[in-house]
C-alpha cells in the first residue's frame, strides 16, 4: 500500500487536511516506501522568480512542480531503484510543489469556489506532476483530470 508524506512549510493548510491528503493518496501508486512530496506556499513575487528562473516564464502561475523522478507515470516505485532520491527519513522524495497563495485565492474568486478547495485542488495537481502525469494534449489532460477529481472526492471536495 502506498503510504505518502505531505511535508509542508507554514501554515496555509491545517495539519489534519495534509493528513487527510496523504491517507486520500493511499494506494494510489504500487511501491515499498513511503512517497514524498515538499510543498511550500509562496506569493506571487516568489512564484514569479521561480517561474523566470526555472521555465523562462516571467509571470505569476499558480502552481509549479519540480518531480525527481523521470518516466514513472503509471508505474510501481520501489526504493532499490532510486536509493539516491531516498531522504533522512526513508521516504522516496518524488519531487516538491510550490504553490501561489495570492492566485489560489484569485482563483478561487474567479472559479466561484472555497480558497480550500483550490488550494487542495492545487496541491493535488502538482502531487500529479510529481507522479509524472501531465496535461500537454487533451487525451493527457483528461486523464490527468480524471486523477485529480478521483483524490479530490475522497477527500469529500467538489466543485462548489
Known amino acids: 500500500m ?4 505531505i511535508v509542508c512549510d507554514g501554515e496555509e493548510l491545517p495539519e489534519e ?8 493518496m493511499q494506494g494510489f501508486v504500487e511501491t515499498d516506501i513511503p512517497l514524498c512530496v515538499e510543498v511550500a506556499f509562496v506569493d506571487g513575487a516568489e ?5 523566470r528562473e526555472m521555465r523562462n516564464i516571467d509571470k505569476v502561475t499558480d502552481v509549479l512542480s519540480f518531480p525527481t523522478l523521470d518516466g514513472i ?14 531522504d533522512e527519513e526513508g521516504n ?3 519531487g516538491s510543489i510550490a504553490i501561489c ?14 480558497y480550500k478547495r ?3 485542488y492545487l496541491l493535488v495537481h502538482g502531487i500529479m506532476h510529481c507522479l509524472g502525469y501531465d496535461h500537454m494534449t487533451e487525451e ?10 478521483y483524490i479530490l472526492s475522497k477527500l469529500g471536495i467538489t466543485r462548489e
Do not use: W
Open 73 to 86: 507515470k503509471g508505474q510501481a516505485l520501489y526504493g532499490d531503484d532510486y536509493p539516491y532520491e531516498i
Open 140 to 149: 493527457e489532460k483528461a486523464e490527468m483530470r480524471k486523477k485529480e477529481e
Open 2 to 5: 502506498t503510504e505518502f508524506v
Open 47 to 51: 512564484i514569479q522568480r521561480l517561474n
Open 101 to 114: 497563495c495570492d492566485r489560489a485565492k484569485e482563483q478561487a474568486e474567479e472559479y466561484g469556489h472555497s
Open 118 to 120: 483550490e488550494l487542495h
Open 17 to 24: 487536511s495534509v493528513r487527510a491528503l496523504e491517507n486520500a
Open 92 to 94: 522516496l522524495v518524488i
